[in-house]
């Protein structure tokens, strides 16, 4: 009687869709040699009543924004606190993918969890609690990453930790920075 030995199935890893690496070298080489170097991000917002308004950057369509029901809006979309968030966790991914393209780490997962502890109890300076600055917006936030690749979990978490020391969104929101407002 003869025994059949079947072969243990391939596995196929999918990696996510790279990034151009030459690029990401010639944009680090133009950083290098220009440090001061700056950009500037421009956001148009109009109210459309109540709390909803349209966020239009560049030529793409309109961010929907707008404040839950027990805050007075209509809940037609994620309150500014969110958007707030999603931009942290949009440039922390930018950020691990760029590291890790510079480290020749393939990923095959990336998720990225955050939580602010936020409160409103000056009730957006409309006759709610006196409150210092320092004690309004964004108390603590947490962030959690769940990141896949062809490294180890050690790699993995150099170039979390990287990305995340040098991410424009996280050290906007870890550092005071000018700022203004004025009529226009």
């Not at 990034?19 to 001061?36: C, Q, T």
């Amino acid at each position: 009687m003869s025994v059949a030995t079947e072969s243990a199935p391939a596995t196929v890893k999918a990696y996510l869709k790279p990034i151009d690496s030459e690029g990401l070298a010639a944009f680090a080489a133009k950083g290098r040699a220009n440090p001061g170097s700056r950009g500037t991000n421009k956001v148009h917002t109009v109210l459309q009543g109540m709390y909803r308004s349209l966020s239009y950057v560049g030529d793409h369509e309109g961010v929907v924004v707008d404040e839950p029901l027990h805050l007075f809006g209509e809940n037609t979309a994620p309150a500014p606190g969110e958007i707030v968030l999603s931009g942290l966790g949009g440039c922390l991914a930018v950020g691990i993918t760029a590291v890790a393209t510079w480290k020749q780490v393939k990923l095959s997962k990336l998720e990225i969890f955050l939580e602010g502890d936020i409160g409103n109890p000056a009730a957006w300076g409309a006759g709610g609690a006196m409150k210092e600055a320092k004690d309004m917006g964004f108390q603590a936030i947490r962030v959690k990453v769940l990141i896949e690749g062809d490294a180890s979990r050690e790699v993995l978490d150099e170039i979390v930790q990287h990305a995340n020391f040098y991410s424009p969104v996280a050290n906007s929101m870890r550092n005071p920075i000018p700022f203004d407002i004025a009529l226009g």
